[in-house]
């Protein structure tokens, strides 16, 4: 996929391998930017666990994924105290299906009432931890439903690709946060507008491609119904952070790795370290993300008020 971008500053010697390595550097400085955390993960569809104090008036908890929304809640635990000098927990477990997840506002919430006060007693949370502390396991990411996207040949008739790759094939999202008409996932892929069979072609879904057993006449319009689940502006600001990270390859070969600012005559470049828009100043041990980059982030970027 970052090939196909063409970007200009790939050389033959990269190899596949080592190509890999970059764009995971690169997704890397992303999710630092970000703030996410090796715990709770980044944009990609994942499982996580975390560890809260449990708010006893809102019976919220905050989902630490922020702007990555929670789709699924697979287990809800609250740690009341100890029960033994073993150190094992003493828990309130709560059913997955008493977890409402509010989808905008980043927290899950329990209900109905019955299932905390059934669950815990007053004694047992006056002489418990103060406050309790919860235990939630959930599945994070995102789900993009694109319907009757055109794909493009790659020119041999068999392999068509996607704008988007990072398709679903599961869709693992909690019944009450579903939408009225389910994105499609499984992809499902149409030539001349008549669905084809599955056994008629293999998918790669991390790259977004369908690649045909027979080969088809060049005139045929294939067309596909997906679901994306990387938001396309991460996308472009892993290709462009690949980038930045494969120029500075390319300065450090030619040992000007350390060099600030070159003058020639009348001419002069130099090298821009900080990143800033108006109105927002990054934090300073984050100012290494260059503007390209930082700009198709930020609106995913939490700014403080007050």
Known sequence: ????????????????????????????????????TLNTG????????????????????????????????????????????????????????????????????????????????????????????????????????MLGSTLINKGDNLTYYAQDGFWATTYNVALHIQPMVLPPTPPVVYVNGVLIAVSNYTLNAIEGTVTFTVARSA??????????????????????????????????KLGLTGLEQVTGGEQRAQRIRSTQRVGVHYPSVLEMLDAETSNKLVEYIQIGVG
């Open 1 to 36: 996929m970052f090939r196909d971008a063409d970007t200009g500053i790939l050389t033959p010697e990269i190899t596949e391998r080592q190509l890999s390595q970059w764009i995971q550097n690169a997704e890397a400085d992303i999710d630092a930017f970000l703030g996410f």
């Open 42 to 145: 980044g944009f990609e569809q994942h499982r996580a666990w975390t560890q809260s104090e449990w708010d006893q008036r809102t019976l919220r908890t905050r989902v630490p994924n922020w702007p990555v929304p929670a789709q699924n809640i697979y287990g809800y635990k609250i740690q009341v105290s100890n029960v033994s000098t073993a150190g094992s927990g003493f828990f309130a477990t709560i059913n997955p299906g008493d977890v409402v997840i509010n989808y905008y506002g980043a927290y899950v919430e329990i209900v109905p009432l019955q299932a905390v006060t059934y669950a815990l007693s007053p004694v047992i949370l006056q002489l418990g931890l103060k406050p309790p502390l919860v235990q939630l396991e959930y599945q994070a990411g995102f789900y993009f439903p």
């Open 219 to 252: 005139s045929d319009v294939v067309t596909a119904d997906y679901t994306y689940t990387i938001p396309r502006n991460v996308k472009h600001a892993t290709i462009a952070r690949t980038t930045w990270l494969l120029g500075q390859r390319q300065l450090a």
